[in-house]
């Protein structure tokens, strides 16, 4: 038997997949979004028949797939396609281990939907090897990443300064000290994180330049060497011994796409991925953990004592379940029990700040 659950996100998946394909311009690639969602469509018809259910009344797309369309419409809708191929890797766990439960054979798409994607593509005649390039590039983009990343830097801001403002809470009544220390906090970890973020794409950036200047060098001054190189890369990946030779030869004779590919094959960099820039990774971290860090400061703008303390532990209670509901859109765990024990987590760190700041407090009183 195969779990509601799993019919489910066969549902929301042909439903993202139509989204992706409605909202697509290239229409080669949109009929590959709208043929994996034929594909996932009749994945769902066939649980439901398996588990007894009227296939002709399917189920509708759930909540989290709705929010995820939602955050399309804002975002872009690569975000849905990173969150896609996230669900199609725990998904596809799921099947293989209902296949080897119920002794049936297996099947590519239980492990390979991006696959099909990329055979789909090259079996389509009008699509050519730009539209195959952009959807890989788009296929490593950041769109489950950036919001995954969101949500932590989220978590990140309003865990680790919820738990300090209620340790100088405990420690002292004090408005503008509360107030203050938290405003400190917030400047303090957000600049800390912008930059660590900072240093690391600025370092992996210049690491990797550094790294293809060597092989341009290489390959001004051996390019038979490389040409070598390049025709055991592509035997390694199964091409005749000949063909590899003859590709590698013409690959060569363009010294500039000859450095672009074994940048690529040798090394696994993309040139697309160094147009990132290093200041709009920090500031977006930066941005991310202030508007967590924010939110258990906001009473102590107006208010002190256990009154601020009250309605601070309140606001950051619904941040830190809002936060465990949208890590499910990645997790597919339910939202209720990620939501409260994301809260449970964050009041019992800020608990026990809160407890060493009453006794720090007290014994520098007395």
């Not at 872009?76 to 766990?93: C, N, P, Q």
């Not at 592509?234 to 004779?253: F, N, R, T, V």
């Not at 997790?331 to 019992?348: E, N, P």
Request: hydrophobic share 45%; proline share 3%.
């Amino acid at each position: 038997m195969i779990s509601l659950k799993n019919i489910q996100t066969e549902i929301d998946a042909s439903f993202l997949y139509k989204v992706l394909g409605d909202h697509e311009e290239d229409p080669n690639v949109a009929s590959v979004f709208h043929q994996m969602s034929d594909i996932e469509h009749g994945h769902a018809l066939a649980f439901m028949k398996k588990n007894n259910l009227d296939p002709t009344k399917p189920f509708p797309p759930s909540s989290k797939a709705k929010i995820l369309n939602l955050i399309g419409k804002v975002f872009g809708y690569d975000y849905i396609l990173g969150v896609l191929l996230d669900t199609e890797r725990s998904l596809s766990s799921s099947i293989i281990s209902s296949r080897k439960t119920n002794n049936a054979g297996s099947s590519i798409s239980d492990t390979a939907h991006v696959t099909i994607l990329k055979n789909i593509l090259n079996n389509q005649p009008n699509v050519s090897g730009s539209n195959l390039a952009r959807f890989e590039k788009r296929h490593r983009s950041i769109g489950g990443n950036a919001l995954r990343a969101a949500v932590l830097g989220g978590n990140d801001g309003l865990v680790s300064n919820f738990s300090l403002v209620m340790g100088i809470a405990g420690a002292t009544s004090g408005k503008s000290v509360v107030l203050l220390t938290g405003l400190a906090g917030l400047l303090a970890g957000a600049l800390s994180m912008a930059l660590g973020e900072w240093i690391s794409v600025h370092s992996s950036k210049e690491l990797f330049e550094n790294q293809m200047q060597l092989e341009m060098e290489e390959l001004e001054n051996n390019p038979e060497g490389e040409e070598l190189e390049l025709a055991l890369i592509y035997q390694s990946k199964g091409i005749p011994e000949e063909e590899a030779k003859k590709m590698a030869k013409e690959i060569i004779l363009d010294i500039d796409h000859a450095h672009e590919v074994l940048i690529k094959e040798e090394l696994g960099i993309n040139k697309e991925d160094l147009k990132g820039s290093a200041m709009e990774a920090a500031v977006t971290s930066f941005l991310l953990f202030s508007i967590g860090a924010i939110i258990p400061v906001i009473p102590f703008f107006f208010i002190g004592g256990m009154e601020a303390v009250v309605i601070s532990t309140i606001l950051s209670g619904f941040g830190l379940f809002l936060i465990g509901a949208s890590i499910t859109l990645f997790t597919g765990k339910s939202v209720w029990y990620s939501g409260f024990r994301q809260v449970i987590f964050g009041l019992a760190a800020a608990a026990v700040t809160f407890g060493i700041g009453k006794l720090i407090g007290v014994s520098v009183l007395g």
